[in-house]
């Protein structure tokens, strides 16, 4: 017999071809789309090098301390436990996703990163490639917005992975006002991707960087998330567009040093589970 926790994720892995009829022709730009932050940071290799976004002080920190260093690096930088089937079967549809190149790898790889490094990006993309497969009702929206150590050879490699792993199930850049979930089954789209660099003109199936707008408040003070995030709303919704609404706390490096060895769940996570409930309240 499934468990209650076995049909309630199978209830979220299939949310849009669940919704009623009379939203299946609304603009997905005036849905409420859940995504995860750093949606890739499940996984935290310790024994990868720092990735090259890294000041020099966080540099020179893991040279002294090596192992300990990364391994509390790490603590700050897991944002998510999920990885993205499981990620994809509790309902998440938005990928925060930052690549980086590895310092002298001979293979030329594309990895996820952000301090440290994470799995390949083909892994990731064929994970969500399957799931979708599987689930043809439902569509993702793939955020490309920072490259690491990124020439325009591993762009042009970045976009031939994209069509080999997705196909046919990328959606061509149109209006956002366009995109329904009618449009999109109708066509059988699955995937747009948002890519934040000059690349995008280039590609159809880029859509650039700027219609995906993801402003940060970047404060540890819930009710300052809060004004930032309802001010940022409602000029959206003027606008039309998509955006990203990052109900995000962000620890200074006081907040880091202080708890540097309790980690970002023990620090911020409890209170931002908290500050998503009201702001969820907020914006009813």
Known sequence: ?????GRSDLRFADWMASLPQSMHTIPLTNLAIPGSHDSFSFYIDEASPVGPEQPETVQNFVSV???VAKKLMRKWLATQTMNFTSQLEAGIRFFDLRISTKPRDPENELYFAHGL???TVREGL???SSFLSAHAREVVFLDFNHFY???NLHHEKLVTMLKEVFGEKLCPVVFAQEVSLQYLWEKEYQVLVFYHHPMALEVPFLWPGQMMPSPWANTTDPEKLIQFLQAS???RRRKGTFFVSQVVLTPKASTVMKGVASGLRETITERCAHLCACFCAHDR
Do not use: C, L, N
């Open 1 to 5: 017999m499934a468990s209650s926790h």
């Open 117 to 119: 490094f994470s799995a």
């Open 65 to 67: 301390f090596g192992t």
């Open 233 to 235: 709303i409602t000029d």
């Open 149 to 151: 150590g990124m020439q």
């Open 126 to 128: 064929e994970q969500i």
